[in-house]
T-cell receptor, first 113, second 114 residues
Framework: AQSVAQPEDQVNVAEGNPLTVKCTYS??????LFWYVQYPNRGLQFLLK??????LVKGSYGFEAEFNKSQTSFHLKKPSALVSDSALYFC???????????FGPGTRLSVLP | DAGVIQSPRHEVTEMGQEVTLRCKPI?????LFWYRQTMMRGLELLIY????????DSGMPEDRFSAKMPNASFSTLKIQPSEPRDSAVYFC????????????FGPGTRLTVT
């Protein structure tokens, strides 16, 4: 069965500093991996995904994520955090049969001015 | 495209009443998902349709919950009778199909059962 772990409930970072939000996964076969962001009182918004190919994928708002197959990880990164990046971030996995999505529990990112 | 449309945006009802939540997926999308989000339990998948057929309803909490997708452009999630513990934000999401496709979420329906 698929599963996603986000080991940190909360990540705090100062504005201008790099940020990392961690995600590890378990899936049979090759994974499709996704990151979403949720702002208060809004639905989830897609940020980026990994399907195949280059392990470093770039997405919206300057975010990027690195796929590491040996560590079964897909950490979200940004070189310089903005206060407006403060939100709830979800990692998700879908197996390559393309069936169900499984979401992680979410990590709350707070960027402090 | 207007994105995924959900109605109503807010619903307040009394315990025991029937509640119907509605969703219009993005045109051309073949997969539709219903989720529930609470502080305590996070984001939970309730049911997943592909080509209007329910594929996985293992997340539906109990018989009080039912979901239908009569055509490619409309789905409903019904709770009958509603209970206070059903209070949550319910999201609908759609995706172009099975495979390496992301989901597109609607704005959600905030349900309060008193």
């Amino acid at each position: 069965a698929q599963s996603v772990a986000q080991p940190e409930d909360q990540v705090n970072v100062a504005e201008g500093n790099p940020l990392t939000v961690k995600c590890t996964y378990s899936v049979s076969g090759n994974p499709y991996l996704f990151w979403y962001v949720q702002y208060p009182n809004r639905g989830l918004q897609f940020l980026l995904k990994y399907i195949t190919g280059d392990n470093l994928v770039k997405g919206s708002y300057g975010f990027e994520a690195e796929f590491n197959k040996s560590q079964t990880s897909f950490h979200l990164k940004k070189p310089s955090a903005l206060v407006s990046d403060s939100a709830l971030y979800f990692c998700a996995v879908r197996d390559n049969y393309g069936q169900n999505f499984v979401f992680g529990p979410g990590t709350r990112l707070s960027v402090l001015p | 495209d207007a994105g995924v449309i959900q109605s109503p945006r807010h619903e307040v009802t009394e315990m025991g009443q029937e509640v119907t939540l509605r969703c219009k997926p993005i045109s051309g999308h073949n997969s539709l998902f219903w989720y529930r989000q609470t502080m305590m339990r996070g984001l939970e998948l309730l049911i997943y349709f592909n080509n209007n057929v329910p594929i996985d309803d293992s997340g539906m909490p109990e018989d009080r919950f039912s979901a239908k997708m009569p055509n490619a452009s409309f789905s409903t999630l019904k709770i009958q009778p509603s209970e206070p513990r059903d209070s949550a934000v319910y999201f609908c999401a759609s995706s172009p199909g099975q495979g390496p496709y992301e989901q597109y979420f609607g704005p959600g329906t905030r349900l309060t059962v008193t």
